[in-house]
């Protein structure tokens, strides 16, 4: 099985339901209020932990409670923390989640998230990179490392993955040294000014980060399921009914799920499989990391009819 080494976001999540979204001044009240640790990156790592996956974190929180929180919380799901920093200027990442209904709003505060610098994470990657290994990274840390990571990590003849949210553009020169790039319907419609809902459409964003140099491509289209893309073949995987309680960690969760399918040798179509039971078990619990499904939760799976 390969390691998956992933270079990303650690916050602590404060996450609050209501029924209706507060207007401008407006204070309104909410409910089930909850502290849970979460971060796209550390989101990710969790996921494929808790399916088997050997995984690296690479990123920084602050000298704080929450710090300390989102460090042990990773160590009991498995996730190797030691190339995790304490910065001693910048607090650890916050964010903070408005449920409402079967959606959610987040607002980010980076904090510690950006403390490392591009020569970090290449210290990092020389003494843990393989030749192999699954590189994964996304934007909730600053952007000129995450462009550099990928292409250090390619150069170290690693399979890289980036999931570019939230949305930013990516450098022209910076396409091509992505193997797999893992996009949702938004984060398509950022990049290339469409918003896939059909196949066909689908079809036409695969194309159009294929045509910049990327070697394949997933799109995430929530419960409609993912649809997968490179220079030779597509395949769409149907998603799974399962009762919303609460989505903030799905999207996390199927890369999570999807790359650990992919480290011990799984295809494709299986890897998307398994990641998109992976994501409906999640959306049926509160929280991010806590509500990730273990690989037996996955393999037991049973659709809601």
């Known amino acids: 099985m390969k390691n998956i080494i992933i270079y990303g976001s650690l916050n602590m999540d ?9 207007k401008k001044g407006e204070t309104i009240e909410g409910d089930s209020f909850f502290l849970t640790p979460g971060g796209k990156g550390a989101n990710q790592a969790v996921a494929a932990s808790k399916s088997g996956a050997k995984v690296y974190m690479i990123g920084s929180v602050g000298e704080d409670v929450f710090g300390d929180q989102l460090i042990n919380t990773l160590q009991s799901f498995d996730v190797n923390c030691k190339f995790i920093t304490k910065s001693n200027t910048l607090s650890s990442g916050v964010a903070m989640i408005i449920r409402s209904g079967k959606d959610n709003r987040i607002i980010i505060n ?35 490392n ?15 993955v980036l999931n570019p949210a ?3 553009y990516i450098e022209d020169n910076a396409y091509q040294s992505i193997d797999l790039l893992i996009v ?16 066909p459409e689908s079809k036409e964003v695969i194309a159009y980060f294929l045509n910049k140099g990327v070697s394949s491509v997933i799109i995430t289209l929530g419960s409609a399921g993912s649809i997968y893309g490179d220079q030779k073949e597509s395949m769409a995987v149907s998603g799974f009914k399962a009762e919303v309680v609460d989505t903030t960690a799905a999207g996390d969760t199927y890369i999570g799920a999807l790359l650990y399918s992919l480290s011990k040798g799984e295809k494709m179509d299986k890897s998307m499989l398994y990641a998109s039971k992976a994501a409906a078990l ?3 619990k509160n929280g991010a990391q806590e509500a990730i499904p273990f690989k037996n939760e996955i393999e037991h799976f049973k659709e809601e009819e």
């Open 184 to 199: 949702n319907q938004s984060e398509s419609e950022f990049l290339t000014g469409i918003y896939p809902t059909t196949e």
């Open 14 to 22: 404060m996450s609050i339901r209501t029924e209706d979204l507060p």
């Open 146 to 160: 995450v462009m550099h990571s990928i292409v250090e990590a390619k150069k170290r003849n690693m399979f890289t």
């Open 166 to 168: 939230p949305a930013k």
């Open 110 to 144: 980076s904090g510690a998230n950006h403390a490392l610098t591009s020569a970090d994470v290449s210290t990092a990657l020389d003494q843990i990179a393989v030749k192999d290994d699954i590189f994964l990274s996304q934007f909730e840390t600053g952007h000129k």
């Open 282 to 284: 999640t959306v049926t």
